[in-house]
Every structure is written in structure tokens, then in C-alpha cells.
């Protein structure tokens, strides 16, 4: 198999990853799913990305483990709270303070590792512009800039043999939009998270930012979110 | 204390990059060194760093443990031999087999989420160009193009407070010239190690790519090394 038919997907578990993961396959005959430990305060969203991968009977899912939360900075690692049930006008006002520092810098510098030994020319990253904007490192013009610094940083590359692409097909689409494209693609939301402080069981708050903003997709879609409806129908723990 | 002010610095517990600690500690009153444990064969480089950020008074030394193993690909990471005794014109017929993919994509992705979280606007990273230019990641243009994108990565940088400077003060440097900087800086280079292949007790190989290099570093430079000089003293265990 040639370089060029190998990808490399970064899978957080959550709706926008798991349907790029669906993306990919349909491009590529080889996927590699690249998930990360990275001092999350829970493991429901790994747990989600594990069985995303196998249900998209992927060639390999690797969880690799850093420590993000030796630097501090975020309220995915840190101990503060989550914010909860804000408008769209306070989501928008200002970068999150889930934000964490250099993550999607980090993760793709992982996946550019990876894709050096499989031999993979292409990378896929659920970054999105539309309906979540305040992080810098998910604009068009940040993956431009990765791209050109990864096809500087590597042997295949230095020696003319290929060259690396970042690929973001979520970067122009509305969550409703995502969600229509993966339902046609099969991904399975139910086994899916977005939540940014969920139960041990994997139950959604539904009052993060992020909660809020599936929530609106689904109902834009105009489908029901099956993860929803598979808790809805589950006696509480 | 302003970002300005403040200096992340890549320390593996080499000679260049202890070089580096020093040089950033004469330009910036608070230097953040960060080294990695990422599944070398030897404790001894990290046990160096650790000595080499106490004798040069850093405000903190952190290690991040990540496991490139997970991808394969290097000798300095597999369980392959590290070359030894190659002529000059062997070591750069081609990139060394002790590259370890994106290596450098990575360590820097990470000084830039700390520097991000300290406010800090520089980091050093003791990439060379003239002795070892086998590593496409230790090139000027990859490191222009690392600066590019790390001021679209984050929030400091986006939001227009500061931009991030990435320094290599040793990149047009000789090993010899190097060394004598170094010595002028009060390095101590018999804290630090080099060799690719060391005894258990820090014992340089005398035969590996990067021992051949700083052997002749010193020679150049007219200094004895005073890591080889304190072996010869030893014992042999």
C-alpha cells in the first residue's frame, strides 16, 4: 500500500472526530486512529474513542500518554469548574477557559510522528470554525501554517518523496451540517461524547458549552442525538 | 516579572543544549528548562539535565514523559544498534539512523504550551546546522516555519500581546565554537552527556556518532573534555 493511500485521524472520542474518522475511511483504505491521554479529569471520552475505532474497523487506534496538566492552564486539566449553561453571546465573547494551551500544536505533532513511520502523506483533524471559533489553534490559517512547518520537519518530505497534507473537512461545515454527514457515513453518535463533565456512566451534563452546542446541531439537523435518547431511556445510577 | 522576561529552554543534558541553558540565562532573569523522557534507552541524559538545570540556578526544570516508542522508527528508541566508529563522510551520507521522527515538532509543541501558560515570549532550542545537518528538524527554514506557526496557535499571539520568538543561537556555530562559548558561560561539561550509547554510569562510548563529534569539538576547541578526563581518573566499574 502506498503512502498516499495511509491517513492518520486524531479521534477524541467526541461527534466532530468520530465522524471525520468515517471521512477518512471512505478516502483511504488504511486509517490510523491517534487518541490522547492527556490528564483529562475523566476517561469516558477515551472509552468513546476506542469504540468509535473499532466500530470503524480501523488498522490501528494508538492512545498515547502526555501530561499536559504538569503546565496548567485549562479547566479540562485543571481543578476549576466547567462553565455551564451559557448564552451564545457569553460562548462567543472570548476564548474558553477549557481552552488548552498548544493542544491541537501538540496532538498534530503526533500525528506527523506517526505518519513519518507508517508512511502516511495524509492527516485528518476535526478542527471547525463555525460553530466553535475561540480557539486559535482550530483556524484555517493555523493548519496552513502547520502544514508548511511539518513539510519542512521530516525526512519524506526533505528528500522530495512526499509531501504532508492536513486535511479539515469539518473547517466551513454547521454542527448540523457534521451530523447530517455522518449519519449518511453510519457513524453512530450514540457511542460518542462531547461533554466537558460528564458522568462516570458517560451521561452528558447537557449544560456545558459543549453539550449546548451538539444539542443545537441535532435539533438543526433534525434528528434526535441517539446518545440522548440511549440515557434517556436508562434509569438514572 | 514580563514575558519578556521570561526564557523556556530545551534541555536534553547535552553538551549544545547545556551551552543553550546558559546563553538563555545571560539574556532573560527567569529560564524555564524542559526535558522529555520519551523512551530512551538510558536514564543517564535526563540524570545530566537534572544536574545541569540545578548548577545553572533555573527558576524550574520539568520532564514530560511521552512515549515515542509507540511509533518505532529510531535507534536511539528501538532495539537496534547505534553505529559506531563512522568516518565523516559516512555520518553525513545520509540522515542518521538515530533520527527520531518529528522529534523536535514535538518538544517544541510543548515549550510552546508552557511558555504559553508562564507568559513567556522565548524559547531556546540548541539546534546546530553546521556540525550534524542530517535532521530536517534542525534546519533554519523548519525553525522560521515553527515561529509562523506557533504565532497562529495561540491565545497570546492571536489576541496581539506578544509573539513568540523561537532562538537557536548555536545553529551557524561550530562544535569547537560552541564549546568555547560555553566555557565562557561557566558550563560545566562534565555534568552532561553526549554519547548515544553510555555505560551505566554516564561512561561516554568514545565511538558513537555524537561522542566522535564532541571529541573533535574539543580538540578544535584546544580544551580537554572534563567528562572524558573524570573517566579516565575512574576506575573502571
Redesign the interface.
Known sequence: MSGSEKAVVLLSGGLDSSTVLRMAGAQHPEVYALSFRYGQRHSVELDCATRVATAAGVSKH?I?????R????SALTDDIDVPKDRSDAEMSAD?PIT?V??????FL??A???A??LKANHIYVGVNAVDYSGY??C?P??IT??E???N????E???GRSRVQIHTPLIDLTKAEIIQQGMDLGVDYALTSSCYDPGDDGRPCMACDSCLLRQKGFLAAGVTDPLVAKFEQAPYA
Chains 1, 2 share one sequence.
Open positions: 494508538t498515547i500518554d502526555i501530561d499536559l504538569q503546565f496548567g492552564g476564548i481552552y494551551p498548544a493542544r491541537n500544536t501538540i505533532s503526533f506527523l510522528a506517526w513519518e513511520v486559535p489553534d483556524r490559517e493555523f501554517a502547520f508548511d512547518m511539518a519542512l520537519a521530516t525526512k518530505a526533505v528528500e
